[in-house]
């Protein structure tokens, strides 16, 4: 989820990015309505791109479970389950919708019996995953999970969003991949202001590139990409104008793991 985000400070005390998320719970809801713009936008882009007839959707970092349930409801999707790994946001969810309480990088797919046609992974959760070997994990699990003809949808923030960062900082940015390439260049810390005091928490933001070579990684390929202005929902032509929502199918490599170990 992007909220304020900069780098760390000597007095910061940046919580697990589970144990951040059990303390945001009482104000998710109202975290989400500030966003509700780009937020709905996402969605209906999700939508809108679904396989035919789709009957089976996975929600990765699912929060209180209201986006998976909305994207469902439109698309006519009859299994859903939710992977929410903060036992506090979960609580919000209803009753009678499946949960799983793991972590996405911790995600035994071996075991889990059937796959998805869609899986949705929203608002920069993968920049919640600590270390881009573990965001790895979590996009390779989510590849070996999708059906044949499944996609992957992936929203993050966007490291040089002009339109939110300003010129200056995003273009400290640019110069500091280019200078001084390293994977850790995108780490920040999250801070989500509220009534109980400020929240932070470790976060990462991507570039365009950064993303690619993370799917290539994981055995997944890009169909799309679409740029999201944070504050109005709008769609953009240029990348600097907003954050990254991706489409991804199974590379040929994932088919045979899938193959393998699908009944």
Not at 5 to 21: G, M, Q, T, W
Not at 140 to 161: C, E, M, T, W
Request: hydrophobic share 40%; with cysteine.
């Amino acid at each position: 989820m992007n909220a304020g985000v900069s780098h760390r400070n000597r007095n910061d005390e940046v919580l697990d990015p589970v144990a951040a998320y059990d303390r945001l719970a009482p104000y998710y809801s109202k975290f989400s309505n500030r966003r509700s713009a780009y937020l709905r936008s996402v969605e209906a882009h999700v939508v809108s791109r679904l396989p035919a007839h789709p009957a089976s959707l996975l929600d990765i970092g699912a929060g209180d479970g209201s986006r998976a349930l909305r994207i469902a409801g439109t698309a006519r999707i009859s299994r859903v389950i939710l992977l929410e790994p903060s036992s506090r946001m979960a609580s919000n969810v209803a009753a009678n919708v499946r949960m799983w309480p793991v972590r996405a990088e911790e995600l035994r797919v071996g075991e889990i019996t059937g796959a998805f046609d869609a899986i949705t992974c929203l608002w920069n959760v993968l920049g919640h995953i600590p270390d881009q070997g573990k965001r790895v994990v979590a996009l390779k699990n989510a590849a070996q999970l999708l059906s044949p003809v499944g996609l992957l949808f992936v929203d993050v923030i966007h490291r040089y969003n002009v339109r939110s960062y300003g010129v200056p900082a995003t273009t400290g940015r640019w110069l500091q991949d280019h200078v001084a390439p390293a994977e850790t260049n995108g780490d920040v810390v999250a801070r989500w202001k509220t009534d109980a005091g400020t929240i932070s928490t470790y976060g990462h933001v991507f570039t365009d590139r950064e993303m690619r070579r993370l799917a290539q990684s994981a055995g997944l390929e890009c169909v799309e990409r679409v740029v999201i202005d944070y504050e109005t929902g709008v769609t953009r032509r240029f990348s600097c104008m907003g954050n990254l929502l991706y489409v991804f199918r199974r590379t040929s490599r994932s088919d045979s793991f899938n193959a393998r170990h699908t009944p």
